[in-house]
C-alpha cells in the first residue's frame, strides 16, 4: 500500500506552491522573445535549404547556376562547402549528412543551402535548381523493410524472463494479433530555426531552437572543423518541443553556422514549415505482433511480442525510442513468462526521432492491446483484468528487464479513480443506450500508467548548474535545461526562492548557454526538473554553507541555528535581511558564486543482456474516457475524462496539472485525428495544417476532470521528493483510444475485440464498424 502523509506534512524544503510560469506576463504580452525575435546583427544573411524530390536516388548532376544567378544570392553551399565533418548523426553512425554528397535517401532531404540578403530572395533562388537523378528502389513502410530483408538502423534487442514458448504452449487459453501504431507530428508552434554570429579568431555563436544545446554546439564545431570551446550555443526558450528539437534543429544550426563562416556575416535560417514537416523527423510508427496466454479468469501467464518500428533513412535516436518502447511494453503489469524483440527498419522515409514519451505510449498502446484482447475474449471488463495483472510489492514486481518494482500503485490509484469518475455505474448505463441507440454509439475505458523516469542512456543522466548572489542579494541561475514551455525554469527560480527564502523578483533564470554550464544533457525524458533541479540545489548549498559558516563565525552563533525564512536570515536572535548578510559576506570575501552537480544514483542498463535498473523511479496515473461515435460518419467526441496522475510531492501544482491537461490532449490527438500519409513515391502528403490535423479547442473533453495523487512524496531522494511530469501524462490519451474500441464492440454485443488500429480517424473507425458488422469494408 501507498504510505500516505498528513496533510500537514512537509517534504525537505516546504509545500508546494503554484507560482505562476515565469514568463506568463512576457508571453501573453507578446514581448516574450523567441529566436526570430532576436534583432539581427547588421548584414544578417538569410538561409533556406533546397530539398531533394526523390525518395532514394543516386545524385547524377546539381546545375545551380540560375540559383547563383538571382540577384541578393551571395553563396550556394553544398557538401564540398562543409570544412569539418559533413555529420549531424548523434549516436555517431556516420550516417545522417548535412547535406546530400551522391545519393539522397527520402524525399526532403537537403542537397544544398541558399545564402541570400533575405529569406524571400533566398526561398526563390532554390526552386530554380535543376537536378538529375537516377531513382533507386524506395522502402517506404514496415511491410516493404520486411519484405526487402528487414535492414536495421539499430542493433535489436529481445528482453525475456521465464520460458515465454512453454508459458504459451501451457495455457488454457491462447491468441495472437496485430496492432498498428501511427506516428505523429511534432507541430511545435516556433518552428525550426537558427542565428549564427562568427566572432575573433574563429569563434561561433550560435542561437537555436534546439533542446540538446551542448549536442548542438558538438555537431557545429564538428562540421567547421573547431573545438568546441570555439563555439558557443544559447537558448532563452522555445515555442514547443515535444522532442523535435532534441536531434533536428541541429541541422539547421550547422547550416546557419556554416554560411556565417564562409561569409564572415551572420546568418540565419527558419524553416517555412511545410520545409519543416518535410524534412524532419517524427513519431515512430510501429507494427505490433503479439501473442499472449491466459486463463479464464484474465491472468496473464505468457506475453510474446515483436515491435517494428519505421525508423527512416539514419539511426538518429531510433535505437534508444525502440529500447523504451520494449521497457512499456508492460505497461503497469506483470507478465510471469515474457519475450519482447525489436525491429529497428531502415526506410526511405524522413529519420523519425524522439517525440514526448519517446517509444514508451506505443509500448504501452500495445500493453493495453493484449488487456482488452482478453477482457474480450473472457466476457470480464477490462479494468478487471487491469487490476488482476497489475505488478504486486514483494511478489509479482520483476520487469522485463529484470528490474524490481518497489512503488507499484497503479491498482490504488485505478480503484480510487474509478471510484471518483463513478465508473461502474456509467459502463453499466452506457451499454444499455447503446441497445437502444442505432446511430450514435458511446464507450468507456479506465487505463493505468506506469512510466519509468530516467534517461536510458545511462550518461545523460546527469546535471550542472551555476548560481551567483550579487552584493544586493539577488540571484541569478544558470543550468543545462531548456525551456519550451512546460515551466522548467519556474521549477528552478522556486528552488532558489525557498533554499533562500526570498520573493520571485530577487531571482532570475538566464538563458541557457554552454558557456556557463557546459556538457549537458539534453531536456528530455522528462528528466528536466529531475536533473537540473538537484544540480541549481547543489549549488545553491554550496553558497549557503558558506554564507552560514561566515554568520556563524561573526555572530558567534551554531551554524544549526542560522536558518533562510522569508522573513529575513536568522542568525540566533538576530534576524538580517538576506542582502545585507550577502553584502556582509562579499567584504569578507567569501564566495557567494558556486558550480553545481548532480548524476541519479541508482541506475544501470547492460543493452547486451537486456538487463539492469535503467529507471529511477516510476511515476503512475490513470484516466478514464467516455466517448461518443457517429456511425454515419464516423467522427468521434470525447464527452468526459477522468484523470488521477501521481506526481509525488508537487513542485508546482498548477504547471503540473497543465502538463497533464495538455499531455493528454495531445496523446489522445495522436491516437485519433493526426494521421501521416505518404504517397507510393514517398513524398509526404501532410506536411501543413491544412492535411494535418492537430486537436483543436473542440476536441477537447466536454467535461475535464483532472487531479494529483494527494501525500504521496516519491520514495526516491528527487528534488523535494517530487516526480516528473512530461512525458507520462501523453500515455492518459491511451483510455480515448480503448473507449472507442469499447463503443465499436457494442455493435456486435462486446462479444469480440474490434481490434481498432490507430489512429481512430473517421474512416479507421467506419471500416472498423463495418467489418464488426459484418459488412463489405
Not at 10 to 19: F, H, K, N, P, W
Not at 70 to 75: E, K, L
Not at 190 to 211: I, Y
Request: charged share 20%; glycine share 8%; hydrophobic share 40%.
Amino acid at each position: 500500500m501507498l504510505e500516505r502523509l498528513p496533510e500537514s506534512a512537509v517534504i525537505e524544503g516546504g509545500a508546494s506552491r503554484s507560482l505562476k510560469h515565469e514568463s506568463a506576463e512576457l508571453h501573453v504580452s507578446g514581448t516574450a522573445a523567441y529566436l526570430d525575435d532576436i534583432p539581427e546583427p547588421r548584414g544578417t544573411l538569410h538561409v533556406v535549404p533546397g530539398l531533394s524530390t526523390r525518395a532514394h536516388a543516386r545524385l547524377v548532376s546539381m546545375d545551380l547556376d540560375a540559383v547563383r544567378a538571382v540577384p541578393g544570392v551571395v553563396r550556394v553551399l553544398t557538401a564540398a562547402d562543409v570544412p569539418g565533418d559533413n555529420q549531424v548523426s548523434p549516436v555517431h553512425a556516420l550516417d545522417e549528412p548535412i547535406l546530400a554528397e551522391d545519393r539522397v535517401f527520402y524525399w526532403g532531404q537537403p542537397l544544398f543551402a541558399v545564402v541570400a540578403t533575405s529569406r524571400a530572395v533566398a526561398r526563390r533562388a532554390a526552386r530554380l535548381a535543376r537536378v538529375e537523378y537516377e531513382d533507386m528502389p524506395a522502402i517506404l513502410d514496415v511491410a516493404q523493410a520486411r519484405e526487402n530483408g528487414g535492414v536495421t538502423v539499430w542493433r535489436p534487442l529481445t528482453m525475456t524472463r521465464g520460458d515465454v514458448d512453454a508459458g504459451l504452449a501451457a495455457a488454457p487459453r491462447r491468441l495472437s494479433g496485430r496492432i498498428t501504431i501511427g506516428g505523429q507530428e511534432h507541430f511545435y508552434l516556433e518552428g525550426q530555426a537558427a542565428l549564427a554570429q562568427p566572432g575573433e579568431a574563429g569563434e561561433m555563436r550560435v542561437w537555436s531552437s534546439t533542446q540538446h544545446p551542448s549536442e548542438t554546439q558538438h555537431l557545429v564545431a564538428a562540421m567547421l572543423g573547431r573545438p568546441h570551446h570555439l563555439v558557443t550555443t544559447e537558448v532563452r526558450r522555445m515555442g514547443g518541443g515535444f522532442g523535435g528539437k532534441e536531434t533536428q534543429a541541429n541541422t539547421v544550426a550547422c547550416l546557419a553556422a556554416l554560411a556565417a563562416a564562409v561569409t564572415g556575416r551572420a546568418a540565419k535560417l527558419r524553416l517555412d514549415r511545410d520545409d519543416d514537416m518535410m524534412m524532419t523527423g517524427k513519431r515512430h510508427d510501429f507494427v505490433v505482433d503479439y501473442d499472449v496466454g491466459f486463463t479464464d479468469d484474465g491472468m496473464l501467464l505468457a506475453v510474446d511480442m515483436v515491435l517494428a518500428a519505421r525508423c527512416g533513412w539514419s539511426a538518429d535516436l531510433s535505437g534508444p525510442v525502440i529500447d523504451r518502447a520494449l521497457f512499456h511494453a508492460d505497461n503497469a503489469y506483470f507478465y510471469p513468462d515474457v519475450r519482447f524483440r525489436s525491429e529497428a527498419l531502415k526506410t526511405n522515409t524522413q529519420s523519425n526521432t524522439a517525440f514526448r514519451g519517446f517509444g514508451g505510449p506505443q509500448g504501452i498502446v500495445a500493453a493495453e492491446r493484449v488487456i482488452e484482447e482478453v477482457a474480450f475474449a473472457t466476457g470480464l471488463d477490462p479494468l478487471d483484468v487491469r487490476l488482476r495483472n497489475v505488478y504486486g510489492m514483494g511478489s509479482r514486481d520483476v520487469t522485463p528487464y529484470h528490474m524490481t518494482v518497489e512503488d507499484s500503485i497503479a491498482a490504488e490509484i485505478m480503484s480510487d479513480l474509478a471510484g471518483r469518475a463513478d465508473y461502474r455505474a456509467r459502463r453499466r448505463a452506457i451499454r444499455a443506450s447503446n441497445a437502444d441507440s442505432p446511430y450514435i454509439r458511446r464507450g468507456i475505458a479506465l487505463t493505468p500508467v506506469k512510466f519509468g523516469i530516467s534517461f536510458t542512456a545511462t550518461h545523460y543522466n546527469q546535471a550542472g548548474a551555476l548560481v551567483h548572489v550579487y552584493t544586493d542579494g539577488s540571484v541569478q541561475v544558470n543550468h543545462g535545461g531548456t525551456e519550451m514551455g512546460q515551466g522548467l525554469h519556474t521549477k528552478m527560480v522556486q528552488i532558489a526562492m525557498r533554499e533562500f527564502g526570498l520573493g520571485e523578483d530577487r531571482v532570475r533564470i538566464t538563458a541557457t548557454t554552454t558557456g556557463k554550464v557546459p556538457n549537458t544533457s539534453a531536456t528530455a525524458a522528462s528528466s528536466g526538473a529531475d536533473l537540473n533541479g538537484m544540480a541549481v540545489l547543489d549549488a545553491i548549498r554550496r553558497i549557503k554553507g558558506r554564507m552560514i559558516a561566515f554568520a556563524a563565525e561573526k555572530w558567534a552563533v551554531a551554524e544549526d541555528e542560522i536558518s533562510f525564512e522569508a522573513d529575513g536570515v536568522h542568525i540566533g536572535e538576530t534576524v538580517l535581511p538576506f542582502a545585507k548578510l550577502a553584502w556582509e559576506a562579499y567584504f569578507a570575501r567569501i564566495s557567494l558564486s558556486a558550480t553545481g552537480f548532480y548524476k541519479t544514483p541508482k541506475i544501470s542498463w547492460d543493452p547486451a543482456t537486456g538487463r539492469g535498473r535503467p529507471f529511477f523511479y516510476f511515476a503512475y496515473g490513470a484516466a478514464c474516457a467516455e466517448v461518443a461515435i457517429d456511425l454515419l460518419t464516423g467522427e468521434m467526441a470525447i464527452e468526459r475524462v477522468d484523470i488521477l496522475h501521481d506526481a509525488g510531492q508537487s513542485l508546482n501544482p498548477a504547471i503540473d496539472i497543465g502538463q497533464i491537461e495538455g499531455g493528454f490532449v495531445q496523446g489522445a490527438g495522436w491516437l485519433t485525428t493526426e494521421e501521416l500519409v505518404w504517397d507510393s513515391f514517398g513524398r509526404l502528403r501532410t506536411h501543413a495544417p491544412s492535411t494535418y490535423k492537430i486537436p483543436a479547442c473542440s476536441d477537447r473533453p466536454r467535461i475535464f476532470n483532472v487531479s494529483l495523487l494527494e501525500n504521496a512524496p516519491n520514495r526516491e531522494a528527487t528534488i523535494f521528493r517530487s516526480k516528473a511530469v512530461g512525458e507520462p501524462p501523453f500515455v492518459h490519451g491511451v483510455a480515448v483510444l480503448q473507449a472507442i474500441s469499447d463503443a465499436l464492440a457494442s455493435l456486435d454485443d462486446y462479444r469480440t475485440c474490434p481490434r481498432l488500429d490507430a489512429p481512430a480517424t473517421p474512416e479507421t473507425i467506419l471500416r472498423t464498424a463495418a467489418r464488426m458488422k459484418g459488412e463489405p469494408v
